[in-house]
């Protein structure tokens, strides 16, 4: 990746452009880069970047939710950049109390953790939940919903920083996956019963084990994976269980609007709060994608600093 100068972009039609001041960086951004995501949706050269937070430079024609000068979030795409334009019914207000660092670690993590646990067929229905990975970006945002909306919380992480993070965020039983009878702890804390919905972060490694956690009718809801697995399908019939794979960018329109406003309204209302593990500059981008996908314990979100 490197900076170039190209046009400021003009909004059109129900279009907004944001003078971008902070973008997320999400692990997708690397499977982009590296061709392993939808490499036929991608051509090269790309702006990455789906999440972004800033201030509205201009409106198009139709836009009446939004002036020049206010405070955004948004859930788009090309927000490595200091300028972007987005559609007006994907960007939402940011609270004054949100840093435009917080704003930017809010798309694609709180989208999808938003979708996992109430968009989801049976999940609608779920009043636990256990969040596999719940130290990364979606798993903290998944912890701060879940939480707010009464559900008995369990979460994991690999180290012990990340385990105090995901308390704080939120979750009610915390357990280190890196422990070889974490299964069995969870299991006694849930009095055997196990949970209603797993959100899972690394299926290649837990769907097998997750199928054990859930109750009958219980869902997995597979949030990411770094390869193939496979499990034995008599626990899930004999559970009546399922599992479902969740991919924020085929999500309807309507279910994406109803996301946007409920996050805006637990950011106002402070029971959403964006945690960063660490912030850069855009030039270090790189540097960056090179953190998310080697770090060996996620402590929430990454941002670039856009100037």
């Not at 004054?96 to 930017?104: E, P, V």
């Not at 798993?139 to 704080?168: D, F, P, S």
């Amino acid at each position: 990746m490197k900076i170039e100068e190209i046009p400021i972009p003009e909004p059109g039609k129900n279009e907004v452009l944001i003078r971008i001041h902070a973008a997320g960086v999400n692990p997708v951004d690397t499977y982009i880069r590296a061709g392993h995501f939808a490499p036929e949706s991608y051509k090269l050269p790309l702006i990455l970047g789906s999440d972004g937070a800033g201030v509205v430079e201009a409106v198009g024609a139709g836009v009446t939710r939004f002036k020049k000068g206010e405070r955004v979030f948004c859930y788009t795409s090309k927000c490595y950049a200091q300028y972007c334009v987005v559609p007006d019914h994907l960007c939402w207000t940011l609270p004054g109390k949100c840093s435009f660092a917080q704003g930017a670690s809010i798309g694609v993590p709180y989208f999808t953790a938003y979708n996992a646990l109430f968009q989801t067929g049976w999940s609608k229905k779920s009043k636990s939940v256990l969040i596999h990975g719940a130290s990364g970006g979606v798993g903290l945002a998944a912890c701060q919903l879940a939480r707010h909306a009464g559900m008995t919380v369990y979460g994991t992480a690999g180290t012990e920083e990340g385990l105090k993070l995901i308390q704080e965020a939120g979750a009610h039983h915390v357990f280190n996956h890196r422990d070889s009878d974490y299964v069995k702890k969870l299991m006694e804390a849930t009095k055997g019963e196990g949970v209603d919905l797993i959100l899972e972060m690394a299926a290649h490694a837990n769907l097998g084990n997750d199928l054990d956690i859930i109750k009958p009718k219980g869902i997995v809801a597979v949030i990411g994976s770094h390869g193939p697995t496979s499990v034995d399908p008599g626990k899930l019939m004999g559970k009546q269980s399922a599992v479902f794979g969740i991919l924020l960018f085929t999500v309807p329109k309507e279910e994406v609007a109803e996301a946007g406003s409920a996050i805006a309204k637990g950011l106002e209302d402070g029971s959403l709060n964006p945690i960063i593990d660490k912030e850069y500059p855009l030039e270090r981008a790189g540097d960056a994608h090179k953190d998310i996908m080697g770090s060996a314990g996620a402590k929430g979100k990454l941002i670039l600093i856009v100037k």
